[in-house]
């Protein structure tokens, strides 16, 4: 049996049940999407902290 993804907000050790979806455009190219993975009490905080620099891109269930 595998382990199960951990929530990648900082300190937290519950299950990720999201994956958070983003790029910076500054730094990668168009097509890459670099993945956080958040429980459902972090993944506001995740998804705003990306957004408002512009990196989001989508917020997708596990």
Not at 14 to 33: D, F, L, M
Request: glycine share 4%; proline share 6%.
């Amino acid at each position: 049996m595998s382990e199960p993804t951990i929530c990648s907000a900082k300190g937290c050790q519950e299950a990720a049940v999201y994956a958070v979806i983003w790029n910076n455009p500054k730094i990668h190219p168009p097509g890459r999407e670099k993945i956080w993975t958040a429980c459902a009490e972090h993944r506001r905080s995740l998804a705003d902290f990306l957004d408002v620099r512009g990196f989001l891109r989508r917020v997708d269930r596990l």
